[in-house]
Nanobody, 127 residues
Framework: QVQLEESGGGSVQAGGSLRLSCTVS????????MGWFRQSPGKEREGVAS????????YYGDSVKGRFTISKDSAENTVYLQMNSLKPEDTAMYYC????????????????????WGQGTQVTVSS
């Protein structure tokens, strides 16, 4: 089954930048979207950004629009999340995810239902 491994998390001061990476192993041909979620203690898991694999169409949550950028390197089976102008409220565990066609999932935007996640990488932004 597909495996997702995140890296690149860490601690940064407000206004700083981080780039998260997600390496995909045992890729599933039915995957049609890749994305990033985040969750902080006491809050629900939030879809941050997604990218439709075939078209490259991107979606961003309102809280990160204009600051975060999702991208993919198909040759390397890697998805990135460039995070700029980080704020303390961006502090969370960040999870890479994929949408496998034919399975129910958590919708992000109107095109992607995510149903497989990695273990997460922690991002901490200090003020």
């Amino acid at each position: 089954q597909v495996q997702l491994e995140e890296s690149g998390g860490g601690s940064v001061q407000a206004g700083g930048s981080l780039r998260l990476s997600c390496t995909v192993s045992n890729a599933d041909d039915r995957s049609y979207c890749m994305g990033w979620f985040r969750q902080s203690p006491g809050k629900e898991r939030e879809g941050v950004a997604s990218i439709y694999i075939s078209t490259g169409g991107e979606y961003y949550g309102d809280s990160v629009k204009g600051r975060f950028t999702i991208s993919k390197d198909s040759a390397e089976n890697t998805v990135y999340l460039q995070m700029n102008s980080l704020k303390p409220e961006d502090t969370a565990m960040y999870y890479c995810a994929t949408s496998i066609r034919g399975r129910p999932g958590q919708w992000v935007g109107s095109n992607c239902a995510f149903n497989a996640w990695g273990q997460g990488t922690q991002v901490t932004v200090s003020s």
